[in-house]
């Protein structure tokens, strides 16, 4: 069955860093996403992507988020200037039209 | 999207049925009522939704009340495997992009 790959599986970053979280979606699937879960909480909507532009975001996509679909199969979240709190689990999702997310097993980012 | 309410923990012994349940008494007549688990240190999974008739699949089972103000997740053979974290969630048909709203869900034991 597809899946939805996300490396690094782990990453540790200094505060202030850039750091880029990257997903290979499905192959047909034409909605992306990203959310992100901070140990022991709940999974937290960031951002949606379709037709190579931002859908939705929520609060917590500030100006330090970005995202970008830069060859047709990769899907990236990117956090230009890490702080401590963006310490979490981050999740990306794609789902076909009509059909559930299906989700990655996440990239651990530790922020130092 | 509507809120809904589920119990925060359960308990199965391995090879029995297992039963959990949902609230959503705002849910809409366009709201669909869709399952995900989380297991230990892996991304959500979708497991099952529908809207009005109950729905089986290879995963589960979804018994929908019929004036829809609950629903039932139905296990009918709890394996060690089956231990995750399940969230009932209802997403709007009209909804543009689809983001998912998680709660805390019920974290669901399965004894040996």
């Known amino acids: 069955e597809p899946e939805v790959t996300q490396t690094p599986s782990h990453q540790v970053t200094q505060m202030g860093q850039e750091v880029i979280l990257r997903c290979v979606p499905i192959?047909?699937?034409?909605?992306f996403y990203w959310y992100r879960q901070i140990l022991g909480q709940k999974v937290e909507f960031l951002v949606s992507f379709y037709n190579n532009e931002i859908s939705e975001k929520s609060e917590i996509f500030d100006d330090q988020f970005s995202v970008e679909r830069p060859d047709g199969s990769n899907f990236t979240l990117k956090i230009r200037s890490t702080k401590l709190e963006d310490s979490a689990m981050y999740f990306c999702?794609?789902?076909?039209?009509?059909?559930?997310?299906?989700f990655g097993d996440g990239t651990r980012l530790s922020i130092l | 999207d509507a809120k809904t309410t589920q119990p925060n923990s359960m308990e199965s012994n391995e090879e029995e049925p297992v039963h959990l349940p949902c609230n959503h008494s705002t849910i809409s007549g366009t709201d669909y009522i869709h399952w995900y688990r989380q297991l230990p240190s892996q991304g959500p999974e979708y497991v099952i939704h529908?809207?009005?008739s109950n729905v089986n699949n290879r995963m589960a089972s979804l018994a929908i009340a019929e004036d829809r103000k609950s629903s039932t997740l139905i296990l009918h053979r709890a394996t060690l495997r089956d231990a995750a974290v399940y969230y009932c969630i209802l997403k709007n048909s009209g909804a543009g992009s689809y983001q998912l709203t998680f709660g805390k869900g019920t974290k669901l034991s399965v004894i040996p």
């Open positions: 999702a794609s789902r076909g039209g009509g059909q559930p997310q299906h």
């Open positions: 529908g809207l009005t």
């Open positions: 192959s047909n699937h034409l909605y």
